[in-house]
């Protein structure tokens, strides 16, 4: 029998560092043999302490069964009673007016942490350790993905988890499944970083949920599990038996199946209920999913066990410790004999059923990895096929549909019966599949460009960026709407034209003059390339069309990826180290600074540029009030950040007294105080902000006040103090650019004998 109190020290150590560690680092942070180590994780069991040797480094990951309560009224339970938005670090409401508890040491909190030897576990630990063993806390998955046909019309603009939600319930018993059980593609880390979940945290859930996945099917196969009766398919079942069943299993542990509509009436993609917030939403971890959902009147976010996903690369789920491309290969190892050979050319075929993206180095010339490989494996960047009910099927006049597709003017094909608008083929479901866009991969060849259209008065469809309304003055380019879509496919952007204002809305792919109203149609279609284009392509020199708009000129011009950023560690012999530092110590003398990392995002700054082009236009010309500012926040939202931009909205926001914004501090002292580190040392960002003219903020703010008479320009940010101002408040996260990470720890007092 394993000794409590160890246990919960390793789990303990295992949360502060992330939730995982590798053996030889627990035993040094633990202080016990290897062999006492072993006997310890052994007595404990894989339900405590799950331990992975697959060939190299064991490592070994924090299990536990605690749970979060999912009901809306609880009159006492065996589960943490907690506000699930403020674990996420999302809940704006505090702990005053919040209806569920903040306290993880309420009397029954404490209770039911000791009953599961988790005691002395503090807030960001236990965070980790449910993130990892509890679904409640990960974003819904898509309903619509999870039928039969696992059609969902968004595809990889969903805002759901594309996910096989027997897989996350632990129920999953085909093997391999159709569906995805792969929580690290891009689709599905999109959804969970926006979440708030990181990407290790994601690895680490990935990890353990495959490993109960492969030993669900194990007992199966050796018939251990008698009497074993997988979750029936409730979408067969008439609407009004299947709601009321999904209401009772509410009650039920571990549930995880969101509640469809009421009463059986489907809503449609988009049924959330005017008026209710976010509070009493179930959106998911995120607390901001606007797009497909199935909310029930009346029903909060917490009382909903909701479930998690992304997009589907059918049975071959990347696995932590595998190659990205690399099949899972069960218990048993891999077994090269001809049945095997089939299953896997099965499995690549499910895959190909699944995945909506053409694997970029397959059309240009070779993809080592064959089979393997995650992706769609075709000869064209771009592949149109039709849901037969069963499975995908190519279409014939591949070149012509294509070709017809890249027309803004063309939205059907009559003698097709083909509508691109809603995406059909006679009454099927159609799709296309294509290579990522060309803003993403910018120097890869043959990847896809998108361009945006607006259409006018005559009918005509003008490209963005080519000619304005009336006097031809330039709107933003293709590139940048595009980089902007893919940063928030549900967003609306504002940009000026010349002298008008416009708000452009992905989600209704409509442009409105917020001065006269007026609204036009806007289009987003690929450059239209044929398959002579393609071989003329893979024979010549590779041409991206994208322009090169340059990073800085001190930027490590070999650390730009092509898409997310690069954190480069700065020499501290050089000035811009020094400069930073200085900034830093100007309130923190009693603080030293460990290493300054510069944030290299290509994507971010060419959208921050553009920013603030547009602020200087509507300027007069002039250049644009710029800072270097401090925010502090949880260790666990940095890399969000680097990647995505600040979002109070998803990050938080570190108060409301001047508004609903990303608040940054004059003085790093001020930002210190919301450094939240789940382990030494201390990080803190210093961002460059736009804050061009202010005003003082209100606590009622969610943007700048109006600052002309015709309401039409606003102020650009807000402070505290216009007179002297020390917090900035931000509503337009275009306007930041994450420039900096400063790692940082508190001088150690020297004790002088006199």
Known sequence: MSDPAVCCFLTKTLCAQGGRLGLPQLREHIGLSAQQLEETLSAAGPQRFLVLRDGGEAGVLAMSAVRLCVRRECKGCERLHLCKLHLMGRCHLGPRSCKYSHDI????????????????????ELRVLLLQNDPFLLPDVCLLYNRRDGACSLQSNCNKLHICRHFLQGECTFFPCKKSHNLLDTHALRVLENGGIDRNIASNIQTIYHHKYVELNKELKKGRIHNYKPRENVFKKPAVIRVKELRTSLQTVGSTLPVPPSEGK???????VPGQSEHQLPTGAGGRDKGPSSNVPGQSEHQLPTGAGGRDKGPSSNVPGQSEHQLPTGAGGRDKDKKDDSSAKASKDNEDDECDEICVFYVWKYCKHKNKCRFVHYHLPYRWQVHNGITWKDLSMMEEIEKAYCDPKISSIADKNIDFQTMTCSS?????????????????????????????????????????????????????????????????????????HYELSFKEMIQTNKSFKTRRQVRRRPKFVSFEDVQKTKKGQRDSSIPNQACPVHWDQSALPDFGYKAVEISNTTSEYNKIKQLFLQTMRSYEVLRIRRI???????????????????????????????????????????????????????????????????DASYSHAYCQAVVKPNIMFVAR??????????????????????????????????SNPSIFVVFEKYQIYPEYLIEYREEEKKCIIC
């Open 105 to 124: 040491i309420s009397a029954e909190n404490k209770k039911v942490l000791k009953t599961h030897e988790l005691f002395g576990l503090n807030e960001n």
């Open 266 to 272: 489907y809503l449609g993609p988009s049924s959330n």
């Open 428 to 500: 099927s479901s159609l799709r296309r599949l294509s290579t990522p866009s060309s803003v993403t991969k910018p120097t890869f060849a043959l990847t896809t460009q998108w361009i945006w259209y607006w259409k006018n008065d005559q009918g005509q469809w003008i490209e963005y960026g080519q000619q304005g309304e009336g006097n031809g003055a330039n709107s933003p380019s293709s590139d940048i709407l595009e980089n902007l879509y893919l940063a928030a496919p549900g967003g609306t952007v504002p940009f000026q034209a010349g002298l008008h």
């Open 600 to 666: 290299q995002n290509p994507s971010l700054w060419k959208v921050f540029q553009w920013q603030k082009e547009q602020m200087k236009r509507e300027n007069g010309g002039k250049e644009v009030n710029e800072k270097l500012l401090f925010h502090g926040t949880k260790a666990s939202f940095v890399e969000a950040i680097c990647i995505h931009n600040f979002d109070w909205r998803i990050c938080g926001s570190n108060g409301t007294n001047y508004g609903k914004g990303s608040y940054f501090a004059r």
């Open 689 to 722: 902000v736009l804050v061009g003219n202010y005003v003082k903020g209100n606590t009622a703010y969610v943007r700048p006040p109006t600052k002309s008479a015709d309401g039409l320009r606003f102020y650009d940010s807000c402070v505290d103090d216009e």
